[in-house]
């Protein structure tokens, strides 16, 4: 597994555990918890983790804190897993 993934394997379950953030991922994607559990693996789909981490940068900066990570290293995993660029300030 590459790092890229981990960091995305990571934020699937900072969101796990953040349900506010999970209930907003979810809203948005149109995805259901089945669909996070079936595309797990799927790096177009870790991808679309990552930016949507990237979105909102409190979100951003609250899941690099709280795995000890800068937030730079999301932006970078985001992109080795073929995410879109980021205009934000990462």
């Not at 379950?13 to 079936?38: K, M």
């Not at 937030?71 to 205009?87: N, W, Y």
């Amino acid at each position: 597994m590459s790092d890229a993934e981990q960091i995305a394997i990571n934020a699937l379950a900072w969101l796990a555990h953040e349900p506010e953030q999970l209930s907003r991922f979810l809203a948005l994607t149109g995805s259901d918890v089945g669909d996070l559990r079936r595309q797990a693996s799927s790096p177009g789909f870790l991808a679309g983790v990552l930016d949507f981490l990237m979105g909102h940068e409190p979100t951003l900066i609250a899941f690099a804190a709280a795995n000890d990570i800068a937030p730079e290293r999301v932006v970078s995993a985001a992109h080795a897993l073929g995410g879109a660029p980021h205009q934000g300030g990462y």
